[in-house]
Structure formats: structure tokens, C-alpha cells
Antibody, heavy 125, light 107 residues
Framework: EEQVVESGGGLVQFGGSLRLSCAAS????????MAWVRQAPGKGLEWVANIRRDGSAIHYVDSVKDRFSISRDNAKNSLYLQMHSLRDEDTAVYYC??????????????????WGQGTMVTVSS | AIQMTQSPPSLSASVGDRVTITCRAS??????LSWYQQKRGKAPKLLIYAASSLQSGVPARFSGSGSGTEFTLTISSLQPEDFATYYCLQDSNYPRTFGQGTKVEIK
């Protein structure tokens, strides 16, 4: 069975750090772009960051640039999100997401076809 | 960042109704848009990618259309399991941005 399982969430103080992990299984992890998407309590979805199959390209939403770092270890089938200088607005469920990247007409699209159950990060001030 | 505006924010409908949700982009995103369904307490589920391509395993009552700045998700005959919140997501530019969601409730 294909799955991704997040871990590492918890309660952290304002300004603190946390590292999220995502363990992938049941598929060839290194063949896929991966992403983190978060959802604050009672709010909508927010794309946070993504990383190319080999880690050679990375993108972030502006609000986390210079504070968060996405990385992957294809040998360990794992995705990570290192978070520093955490703020109240970072409180959310963080989802690890696989991008199946379907192609058509020479263009690759985002398609987040596999989601984890999420891990909750709570920033306490 | 590209702004994605969904309408309506919520709607009430009955089983068997045809439901249409609209997503508007603040600039031309060609057909670089996907749709997701999220039920309470669950992770989102991919329905549509590239504006109109149905994800494998998704019932054919779901369809997507549009290009440029205006897109629609249509449920041709609403089923009890379709009551959920729906989100669009643009993948034309970074950062990727979601719409704010449309909650479909039982009338």
C-alpha cells in the first residue's frame, strides 16, 4: 500500500524550532516531487513548500522563506521540514503530499494524489 | 502571488442536485489548476488536475472546466458522500495558492 506518514509535530514555544518528518512507503519515493501543505485550525489549505525528485529545486511560500527548510533523503524514503523562528500563525496541521506530476502537451502539472494524515504543530506564546 | 477566489463560500444542496463551484484566478493560469475534496477531519483528496482531467478512481459525476482565469467544478448529481469542502489550487506560478474553499452542506 502506498502511504506517507508524518511525525514530529507537537507543542513548541514562540521562536522555537521543530523538525517534521515524512516516511514514504509502497512506492519509489525518488520518482516524485514532494510538498508540504498546512491547514490552520478551522481554516483553509495553504501550500508551504515543494522539492524536486533529486532535491535540486525547492520553492517556498513567502511567509516561511528564511525560516523553513524542506529537504529529502531518497535513500531513506523520507521528506523533512525544518522549521525555525516559529510564530503563532505557523500553528496548523502539516500534511506531507506526493505530487504525481502528470504531463500533457509537454507540460507537467501539479496533482497531489497522496496525502498523509497530518501532524499538528502548535506554537505557544 | 496569484490570488484564487472561490464562490460561493458555502452552499446548501439536496441529494441529486447539480452543483457548480467557481474559482477565479487573479491572472491567466492557462489550465494549471486542480480541485480537491476535504471531508471533516480528513486529508484532502485529489479530484481533478489540469483543469479538466479526472483523477483515477474519482466518480464521473465530478467534472472540471475552464481556462485562463475562470474555472468550474461541477457535480452532476450530488450524492450523500459528496458533502464536504472543495478547494481549487493553481500550479501556474510559485507560490502555489489555494482558493479559500467552498463548503457543500445538506439542504
Amino acid at each position: 500500500e502506498e502511504q506517507v506518514v508524518e511525525s514530529g509535530g507537537g507543542l513548541v514555544q514562540f521562536g522555537g524550532s521543530l523538525r517534521l518528518s515524512c516516511a514514504a512507503s509502497g512506492f519509489t519515493f525518488g520518482n516524485y516531487w514532494m510538498a508540504w501543505v498546512r491547514q490552520a485550525p478551522g481554516k483553509g489549505l495553504e501550500w508551504v513548500a515543494n522539492i524536486r525528485r533529486d532535491g535540486s529545486a525547492i520553492h517556498y511560500v513567502d511567509s516561511v522563506k528564511d525560516r523553513f527548510s524542506i529537504s529529502r533523503d531518497n535513500a531513506k524514503n523520507s521528506l523533512y521540514l525544518q522549521m525555525h523562528s516559529l510564530r503563532d500563525e505557523d500553528t496548523a496541521v502539516y500534511y506531507c503530499v506526493r505530487d504525481v506530476s502528470p504531463s500533457s502537451g509537454g507540460r507537467y502539472y501539479d496533482a497531489f494524489d497522496l496525502w498523509g494524515q497530518g501532524t499538528m504543530v502548535t506554537v505557544s506564546s | 502571488a496569484i490570488q484564487m477566489t472561490q464562490s460561493p463560500p458555502s452552499l446548501s444542496a439536496s441529494v441529486g442536485d447539480r452543483v457548480t463551484i467557481t474559482c477565479r484566478a487573479s491572472e491567466d493560469i492557462r489550465n494549471e489548476l486542480s480541485w480537491y475534496q476535504q471531508k471533516r477531519g480528513k486529508a484532502p483528496k485529489l479530484l481533478i488536475y489540469a483543469a479538466s482531467s479526472l483523477q483515477s478512481g474519482v466518480p464521473a459525476r465530478f467534472s472540471g472546466s475552464g481556462s485562463g482565469t475562470e474555472f468550474t467544478l461541477t457535480i452532476s448529481s450530488l450524492q450523500p458522500e459528496d458533502f464536504a469542502t472543495y478547494y481549487c489550487l493553481q500550479d501556474s506560478n510559485y507560490p502555489r495558492t489555494f482558493g479559500q474553499g467552498t463548503k457543500v452542506e445538506i439542504k
